[in-house]
């Protein structure tokens, strides 16, 4: 089995069910082919490009601020240091809460439309995605069906790795410093991500058995990752990604991650039966993602919250 291997959307098969499993025990990546998505995902390539190309000015406009937490932002900390990115946010676009919080850059033609066209089509790829999981994991459908994630709780980054430091030298007086990588080691909070990355390389995934691994782009691919919520459900089972991007040398990268999230007022609780008794005490989806977003936002002086916390002594 390739480390991080290629698993068939449409036409999974035992093996590839099995090399799922594995590598969701191991460090939680797998590579995924048969989406039907190409052309949709040349066009939002086109607009990730043509947005972080803006003027200044423009994404100034829709800086990410503490109440507003959608939008443009350059300065997000991973474990109290700051990544080396800039990013865009938003959720689902024509959802009850995407509709209200949203921001939307000025005079870049086509960008809503095109980001809402992705938003749809990744939502149902990441359901689709979810149930192959599942499978592997063992999971009856009727158990499945009710540990399902919500397109309306489910945001999209846009993300530019720079070779440089985004912010302008005038701003950086009492910024935490940048981090020795571009993004820090983290694991997303989520059910699982959809990521598309460039060609350029650099993210790198933790394997219990071999360390850090490189997660190499290959074209027509969608990068999947588990996250913390699933790696509960599972009981750990399955691992939760922990995974980084190394600093660029020569060229800029860009990847966009769809996080695919749990219902807002979802609990969180280990699957009855899956390897024994519970490690984890129940806890809220909302009270989670709240207290991640605080940890992005700011340097509470303490680690970011993690799943860990939830455990059961």
Not at 18 to 30: I, K, Y
Not at 56 to 78: F, S, V
Not at 89 to 101: A, F, K, L, N, V
Not at 156 to 163: E, F
Request: charge should be negative; aromatic fraction near 8%.
């Amino acid at each position: 089995m390739e480390q991080v291997p290629t698993v068939d959307l449409r036409n999974p098969g035992q093996t590839g069910l099995d090399d799922l499993d594995a590598a969701c025990r191991d460090h939680g990546f797998f590579l995924l082919v048969g989406h039907g998505l190409d052309a949709l995902i040349e066009e939002t390539w086109a607009a990730t490009r043509d947005f972080f190309a803006a003027p200044e000015a423009l994404k100034a406009g829709i800086r990410r601020t503490e109440e507003q937490p959608l939008g443009y932002y350059d300065r997000e900390l991973t474990k109290r240091r700051r990544d080396c990115k800039e990013v865009f946010d938003y959720m689902e676009p024509d959802g009850p809460i995407g509709t209200s919080r949203n921001r939307w850059p000025d005079c870049l033609p086509g960008f809503r439309e095109t980001q809402s066209a992705f938003f749809g089509a990744f939502s149902k790829l990441a359901a689709e995605t979810l149930a192959l999981v599942h499978s592997a994991l063992g999971v009856d459908p009727a158990v499945a069906a009710t540990h399902a994630g919500s397109a309306m709780t489910s945001t999209v980054r846009l993300n530019h790795y720079p070779t440089a430091d985004p912010v302008p030298p005038r701003e950086r007086d009492g910024l935490p410093g940048l981090g020795e990588v571009a993004l820090g080691h983290h694991t997303d909070p989520g059910v699982l991500t959809l990521l598309l990355q460039d060609q350029t390389g650099g993210l790198q995934a933790h394997s219990r058995d071999d360390g850090w691994i490189d997660v190499p782009p290959a074209p027509g691919t969608i990068v999947v990752n588990l996250a913390d919520s699933l790696q509960v459900w599972s009981n750990d089972r399955y691992r939760a990604a922990v995974h980084r991007v190394t600093p660029m040398q020569d060229e800029a990268r860009y990847s966009i991650p769809y996080f695919y999230n749990p219902p807002l007022d979802a609990v969180i609780a280990p699957i009855d039966g899956i390897d024994g008794t519970p490690r984890y005490r129940p806890f809220t989806w909302r009270e989670f993602i709240q207290a991640r977003i605080d940890d992005n936002f700011t340097d509470l002086g303490e680690a970011d919250t993690q799943a860990s916390h939830f455990r059961v002594a």
